[in-house]
């Protein structure tokens, strides 16, 4: 299946100031790349996601990029809140759907 | 829709028991996955069905685990017999198409503990 890594695998920063988390996968053919976020207890939710004909994608405080050359995509959110505090999973397609490790990220107050 | 739906929430049983976890997808989804979760592993896909018949079980542990889709809304998975490893949060989740191009809705998980 596809190899998706991830990092960090923790990330800790103040409440206003920005997170981005990476990712890179092995399958030049795979062109969907969405991200979930998980809180604590709950299910894994949709919050972005990217397809290969674009290269960057926003929706509020939250964007995704994406470089297809290099196989990577990273996460972005600005003006982070303490709401924002969880894990992230991203996740790359061959076949299957296969997910990151994830990222614990926290808001300091 | 009140989106994908499992049962139970919790089980909470001992080692050598069987285990049945149930998922009820969206309606309308020709795809539905079984996933554990642990710290370790992080989320494991086990087996994904479309269209109700199993299309990759090769990450279903090992003969223990069996998983059904006896109708297009209704999806069981089966651990028999149970043992203190499997310990972990098994979540069902759907889509519409298949999961390289579309989102996956998961359900809220069980929490299984085997003691």
């Known amino acids: 299946g596809e190899n998706v890594e991830q990092h960090p695998s923790t990330l800790s920063v103040q409440e206003g100031d920005s997170a981005v988390i990476k990712c890179t996968y092995s399958?030049?053919?795979?062109?969907?790349f969405p991200w979930y976020k998980q809180e604590l207890g709950k299910r894994p939710q949709l919050i972005i996601d990217i397809r290969s004909n674009v290269g960057e994608k926003k929706d509020q405080r939250i964007a995704v990029t994406l470089n297809k050359t290099a196989k990577h995509f990273s996460l972005h959110i600005t003006e982070t809140q303490p709401e924002d505090s969880a894990v992230y999973f991203c996740?790359?397609?061959?076949?299957?759907?296969?997910f990151g490790s994830g990222t614990q990220l926290t808001v300091l107050p | 829709d009140a989106g994908v739906i499992q049962s139970p929430r919790h089980e909470v049983t001992e080692m050598g028991q069987e285990v049945t976890l149930r998922c009820k997808p969206i309606?309308?989804?020709?795809?539905l996955f079984w996933y554990r979760q642990t710290m370790m592993r992080g989320l494991e896909l086990l087996i994904y069905f479309n269209n109700n018949v199993p299309i990759d079980d090769s990450g279903m542990p090992e003969d223990r685990f069996s998983a059904k889709m006896p109708n297009a809304s209704f999806s069981t998975l089966k651990i028999q017999p149970s043992e203190p490893r499997d310990s972990a949060v098994y979540f069902c989740?759907?889509?519409?198409?298949?999961?390289?191009?579309?989102?996956?809705?998961f359900g809220p998980g069980t929490r299984l503990t085997v003691l």
């Open positions: 309606s309308g989804h020709d795809y």
């Open positions: 399958d030049s053919a795979s062109n969907y």
């Open positions: 996740a790359a397609p061959k076949g299957q759907l296969t």
């Open positions: 989740a759907s889509s519409l198409r298949h999961s390289s191009t579309d989102t996956q809705y």
